[in-house]
């Protein structure tokens, strides 16, 4: 068959389809590993089969709680510009018709784990009278940037299987035009034979209202020739060696672990068919008795299982250091640790999570801009991810604020969202007001209802 003309649709889809299948085959065991869906460890194949319980129990899944240390402080509180007002609340009016609180942390989990998501940004349509932007998963789509273009993007695939028809379709977007196309699900792996997918009431490759590739993306810790990376791409070995030793402690438990008793002197009787009789029923309750007067009995050591401890410890270790896990989140224990000590062991923590913001509000801006707020100036605000106590943090605010620090900027270092600095400004705003008007009860709640005036429900 020809090749399409590069840069065509047919082009696109093509390019697009064979790296998203690339790189989605390439990501799934980092899905897996998150999942606990982790390969058994290695036994013989003759010892495989009667230990399979105890491989199946052998998980211990460290990179769950890897992902969600560094997802969990991962939180949008809103947006601000240098000409705060109007266009910030609409901004933030949108994320919440969006439901953005969670789908961003949808978006941030699938990113940390996989490399890259996206969010989707649809022009306002039908009976819809705002922006829609909706996460999308990175088997879903996949998008190429403009070559020598930062932030620019040349095209984007989004790629789904309908569970009505049971056909493969995908959509080409293009800064000018979007196509269509749908195929039977392939077999075994093989090239989809795509065609045209024809939607009632549109034109195939209809114009692109937006002019752009409607797509932001959220990387996790790119690099300058490659895409993002999984945060599990560097421990994924370590947590196999885990479940390595896990499983031969369970093992070594079954058969090992407990004291082992011998006998000797006596005879052993055997059955009819001539294989030995066990001679006792071995029980708690139980105690063994022989007639022979030669006989005597004695046990063996039971196994050590300090080597596998220490060794299951030590590739904890291993994770929390490559990780920048704070080692109690992993290790579980806590013992006599001071406020400071807390601090230290989530510095690194911190200073990732920091790392990983710049990257993932390049994504952020980019979506807000396709959607009306392109701003140059506007930012992403996020709630802080250091955990520090009220008091602490209310003792260095009233420090700050004998420096004359404005006080929305304390508001701000307290953890305040955008929404609610403006707020209490409105609020001290109306309480000034009320005193300079004689109200002596101004600083000591809201204003009054007028006597006789009907109280809500009523």
């Known amino acids: 068959m020809p090749q399409p003309a590069v840069q065509s649709p047919e082009w696109w889809r093509d390019r697009l389809y064979a790296a998203l299948c690339k790189r989605s085959a390439e990501t799934q065991r980092f899905d897996d590993y998150y999942e606990c869906e982790h390969p058994l460890p290695f036994l013989h194949e003759k010892a495989r089969e009667p230990f399979r319980r105890l491989l199946r129990m052998s998980r211990a899944n460290y990179m769950e709680l890897v992902v969600d240390a560094l997802v969990g402080r991962l939180e949008v509180a809103g947006f601000q510009s240098d000409t705060a007002g109007d266009a910030d609340k609409a901004a933030w009016e949108l994320w919440q018709d969006?439901?953005?609180?969670?789908?961003?942390?949808?978006?941030?989990?699938?990113?940390?784990?996989?490399?890259?998501?996206?969010?989707?940004?649809?022009?306002?349509?039908?009976?819809?009278?705002?922006?829609?932007?909706?996460?999308?998963?990175?088997?879903?789509?996949?998008?190429?940037?403009?070559?020598?273009?930062?932030?620019?993007?040349?095209?984007?695939?989004?790629?789904?299987?309908?569970d009505w028809t049971g056909r493969l379709c995908c959509t080409v977007y293009l800064p000018g035009n979007i196509f269509k196309f749908d195929a039977p699900e392939p077999k075994h792996g093989g090239k989809p034979q795509w065609e045209r997918r024809e939607v009632p009431g549109e034109e195939w490759g209809g114009r692109n209202v937006m002019g752009e590739v409607p797509f932001g993306a959220l990387a996790n810790r790119p690099r300058m020739l490659k895409p993002g990376a999984s945060e599990l791409r560097s421990v994924t070995g370590i947590q196999d060696r885990i479940n390595k030793t896990i499983a031969d402690r369970m093992m070594t438990q079954e058969s090992a672990a407990f004291p082992q008793k011998w006998a000797?002197?006596?005879?052993?009787?055997?059955?009819?068919?001539?294989?030995?009789?066990?001679?006792f029923d071995v029980a708690v309750n139980k105690i063994l008795i022989a007639e022979e007067s030669g006989a005597k009995f004695g046990q063996f050591t039971a196994a050590d299982l300090t080597s596998y401890l220490k060794g299951k410890e030590s590739d904890v270790h291993d994770i929390a250091a490559i990780t920048s896990t704070p080692p109690h989140y992993l290790l579980g224990s806590m013992v006599n640790l001071s406020a400071e000590a807390l601090k230290a062991a989530e510095a690194g923590l911190i200073h990732k999570i920091y790392a990983r913001r710049r990257f993932l509000e390049e994504g952020l801006e980019r979506t807000m801009r396709l959607a009306g707020f392109g701003a140059s100036s506007a930012r992403i605000v996020w709630k802080s991810p250091e955990w520090r106590t009220e008091g602490e943090l209310v003792d260095a605010l009233v420090k700050m604020s004998t420096l004359g620090v404005p006080r929305e900027v304390l508001w701000e270092r307290w953890g305040a969202t955008p929404q609610e600095i403006e707020r209490w400004r409105q609020l001290s705003e109306d309480a000034l007001a009320r005193a300079m008007d004689g109200d002596l009860a101004a600083d000591y709640g809201p204003k009054p209802e007028p006597a006789g005036a009907a109280t809500a429900g009523e």
Not at 124 to 137: A, L, V
């Open 98 to 162: 969006n439901n953005l609180d969670g789908g961003s942390q949808l978006g941030f989990l699938e990113a940390a784990i996989r490399g890259e998501s996206y969010m989707l940004v649809s022009p306002p349509e039908g009976r819809r009278k705002t922006w829609r932007i909706t996460p999308e998963h990175p088997t879903q789509v996949i998008t190429e940037a403009v070559p020598g273009e930062p932030g620019e993007l040349a095209a984007a695939l989004k790629l789904w299987l309908d």
């Open 264 to 279: 000797t002197g006596m005879e052993i009787p055997v059955d009819e068919n001539g294989q030995d009789i066990e001679p």
